[in-house]
C-alpha cells in the first residue's frame, strides 16, 4: 500500500475542536455533582458516576501563596456502568470519554482541566495545552485514564501571577486552522515504519513557542499493530487509537494436518489477527498482524502486513489573549 495523504479537520469538527483553557478557579457549588458526598452512602467515599472514588490532593508550594489543588478519580471504572454507556472496559474508549469530560469541564464550568494516560503521573490539559508532571500530589501511576482539574496553579491560568506573553504561560490557547494525515506502508510487525515522504511536515521548524504565525505540529506514530496497544494524543482533540483482534477459525479435518498414522483430526483451529488504526473513534486503517489457516492438510501462515498513521497540523496563537476583563 502507498501512502496517502487526506484531511483530518473534518474529524476535528466532528469530534469537537476542544474547549478554550479556562481563566477562572472552579467553584464547589458549581463543579461537583448535587449528591456528590452521598452516592455511595453516609460515611463514604464521594463517588463518579463510573463509581470511582473522587481524590482531591492539595498542597502549598510556597509559604504565604494559597494552596494548589487537584480534583481527579482513583481505582478503575467499575466494569458493569461502562456497558449502559455504549463502551466497553478498555483503555481506549475509557481514556476517550475522560477526555470529552475534561473539555466538557473546561468549557461548562470554567475550570482549568486535563487528562492523565494510564500508567502515567503527568497531565495533559484541553486541546493539549499544557504538559504538568503530577508526581508531587499523585504517590503511583493512575491505574486507569482520569479526568484531572486544577486549582490555584498560576502558571495554568492566564489570570494569574504569569503574563500573557510569558513563554512560560502555557495556557494561552492554539488555535488550529487545518490538519492533514497520513497513512503508510510498514514492514512486517516489528519491523521499521518511519515515514517514507520526508517533505510531510516539511515546514517543520522549531520556533519560539511565543513567536507569531504559522506552526508546525505532528503527531506520533500510530501502528495499526502495535502491541500493547497505543492512544496517541491530538492537539486538536481526541486521539489515534489501536487494537488487535483476534478470531479464532475451526476448520474440518481434511484441511487439516493428519495425525500420526496418517488419520485426518476431527477438526483444527487457525487463528487470523488484523490491527486497526481509528481517528476519534472512526476506523481509518487495517492491518493483517499474523495468524494461520488450514488447507489441503498443510498449516499456512497469514502474509504479515502493518500499516502506519500520522496526523499533521497548522495552528497559531489565539490574537488578543486573554481578552481584557468587561
Not at 36 to 47: L, Y
Not at 128 to 156: C, E, G, H, I, M
Request: charged residues 20%; proline residues 9%; hydrophobic residues 35%.
Amino acid at each position: 500500500m502507498g501512502s496517502r495523504t487526506k484531511s483530518a479537520w473534518s474529524w476535528a469538527r466532528r469530534g469537537g475542536v476542544a474547549a478554550t483553557p479556562s481563566r477562572r478557579q472552579p467553584r464547589a457549588d458549581r463543579f461537583l455533582p448535587a449528591d456528590f458526598g452521598r452516592r455511595a452512602g453516609a460515611g463514604q467515599p464521594a463517588m463518579t458516576p463510573l463509581g470511582q472514588p473522587y481524590l482531591i490532593v492539595a498542597r502549598t508550594i510556597k509559604a504565604g501563596d494559597k494552596p494548589t489543588a487537584i480534583i481527579t478519580e482513583s481505582g478503575n471504572a467499575m466494569g458493569e456502568k461502562l456497558p449502559p454507556l455504549g463502551m466497553e472496559n478498555q483503555d481506549a474508549p475509557i481514556y476517550g470519554l475522560k477526555e470529552e469530560i475534561a473539555q466538557r469541564v473546561s468549557q461548562d464550568y470554567q475550570v482549568i482541566a486535563g487528562t492523565i494516560v494510564t500508567g502515567q503521573r503527568t497531565a495533559q490539559g484541553v486541546a493539549r495545552a499544557f504538559t504538568k508532571d503530577l508526581s508531587a500530589y499523585l504517590a503511583a501511576n493512575v491505574p486507569q485514564s482520569v479526568a484531572v482539574a486544577f486549582v490555584n496553579f498560576p502558571d495554568l491560568d492566564p489570570a494569574g501571577s504569569v503574563p500573557p506573553e510569558d513563554p512560560q504561560n502555557v495556557m494561552r490557547r492554539k488555535v488550529y486552522t487545518g490538519c492533514d494525515y497520513r497513512t503508510w506502508a510498514c514492514a512486517s510487525p516489528g519491523g521499521s515504519c518511519q515515514n517514507p515522504d520526508n517533505w510531510y511536515c516539511r515546514d517543520w521548524t522549531s520556533k519560539p513557542v511565543n513567536s507569531s504565525g504559522i506552526h508546525k505540529e505532528k503527531s506520533d506514530i500510530a501502528r495499526a499493530c502495535a502491541n500493547p496497544a497505543q492512544i496517541v494524543t491530538l492537539g486538536f482533540g481526541g486521539s489515534l487509537t489501536t487494537g488487535r483482534d483476534d478470531i479464532s477459525m475451526k476448520y474440518t479435518g481434511i484441511d487439516c494436518p493428519p495425525l500420526p498414522g496418517g488419520a485426518p483430526p476431527e477438526w483444527c483451529f487457525g487463528n487470523k489477527i488484523t490491527g486497526k488504526i481509528a481517528m476519534n473513534s472512526v476506523q481509518i486503517e487495517s492491518a493483517t498482524c499474523g495468524g494461520k489457516f488450514y488447507s489441503g492438510g498443510m498449516e499456512v501462515s497469514y502474509p504479515q502486513s502493518d500499516v502506519a498513521m500520522q496526523v499533521c497540523c497548522d495552528w497559531q496563537w489565539e490574537p488578543d489573549y486573554p481578552p481584557e476583563s468587561p
